[in-house]
């Protein structure tokens, strides 16, 4: 039985652990730039107001405190198209929270702590 290909190269995951591993600077416009960078993927392929709706829980858990700066040094160091689709895959908010803490711990090591 063969197993499925990994979503992410070895060589993308390096350079993630690369990033984590650095002292990454976690800023109010990091924060800003990482989170457009979701949306603005997300308002390329489905539209202004699609990706206003879809980026929303995300940015509500952000912005509301909820999230801690080991969550967003992940969340930041992740590849933006990737979160963006775990959005778009919609359902509550607790589960497309979910879904995006379930891709993170998968592809840069994030476990809740």
């Not at 107001?49 to 940015?59: D, G, K, T, W």
Request: glycine residues 6%; charged residues 25%; hydrophobic residues 35%.
């Amino acid at each position: 039985m063969s197993r499925p290909a990994p979503d992410v190269t070895r060589a993308e995951r390096k350079e993630t652990m690369k990033i984590l591993n650095s002292e990454v600077n976690i800023c109010r416009e990091s924060i800003e730039c990482g989170l457009w960078a979701i949306q603005r993927y997300l308002m390329g392929k489905y539209g202004v107001a699609a990706s206003e709706i879809e980026v929303a829980p995300l940015n509500h858990y952000v912005y509301s405190g909820r999230a801690s700066v080991y969550f967003l040094r992940h969340l930041l160091a992740a590849k933006p198209y990737m979160i963006a689709r775990k959005l778009h895959e919609g359902g509550s908010d607790d589960e497309i929270i979910m879904r995006v803490k379930n891709y993170l711990a998968n592809h840069t090591g994030y476990n809740e702590r």
